[in-house]
């Protein structure tokens, strides 16, 4: 079914946008929470909120891309119950490291201070991110938005695991001038 249906079915309240949007989705959804949280059952239990969620912001929000709303949708559910299950220690999984490489290039994740600049950096890491080669750009996004392990990245792109790692330290060090060159205080 096409994603324009679904998304006009949200907006006529027809429950089949869910099934069809589990349906189409549900996989890709299903990876985004598992490699965050690496649980099977935590990670069902966001993609069913997802859709729920989804049913909540349609209307008035009209997602030009249902899968990338989706997936965002799952992915900021995932962190969420990631951070309240880890509030006390990490514990040292894939979605620590992950957290651990970004925080040498943007510290102060959770500082309140910085929340009001965070549309415009995210607008900075986009431009960043759009001047980079389709490798780099297509390995940054795997590992810091899909949380992918380094091995995964390096057997999708036919690379070893020491050229992606490498590749993203040296991507975070270009990100992390590229920042301060901008005014960002990291």
């Known amino acids: 079914m096409e994603d324009t249906h679904i998304v006009q079915m949200y907006w006529d309240r027809n429950e089949t946008a869910i099934s069809e949007s589990a349906m189409k989705y549900g996989t890709y959804c299903t ?10 059952a935590d990670a069902e239990e ?81 431009q960043f991110l759009q001047k980079l080669p389709e490798e780099k750009r297509c390995m940054f996004v795997l590992r ?19 050229y992606i790692s490498v590749s993203l330290n040296r991507i975070r060090g270009k990100l992390h001038t590229h920042l301060t060159e901008r005014g960002f205080e990291l």
Not at 31 to 40: D, E, G, K, R
Not at 144 to 162: F, H, K, P, Q, T
């Open 31 to 40: 990876s985004i929470a598992q490699n965050i949280l690496q649980n099977p």
């Open 144 to 162: 810091y938005w899909y949380v992918d392990s380094i091995g995964e990245i390096a057997e999708r792109l036919g690379r070893s695991e020491n």
């Open 46 to 126: 966001c993609v069913n909120d997802t859709w729920l969620h989804a049913w909540n912001a349609m209307p008035p929000h009209r997602p030009s891309l249902l899968s990338t709303f989706l997936g965002k949708i799952t992915r900021n559910l995932s962190f969420d119950l990631y951070r309240k299950m880890h509030r006390k220690k990490r514990g040292g999984s894939q979605m620590d490291a992950v957290l651990d490489e970004l925080e040498e290039c943007v510290s102060g994740k959770d500082d309140i201070e910085r929340q009001w600049e965070m549309k415009e950096l995210i607008a900075e890491i986009n």
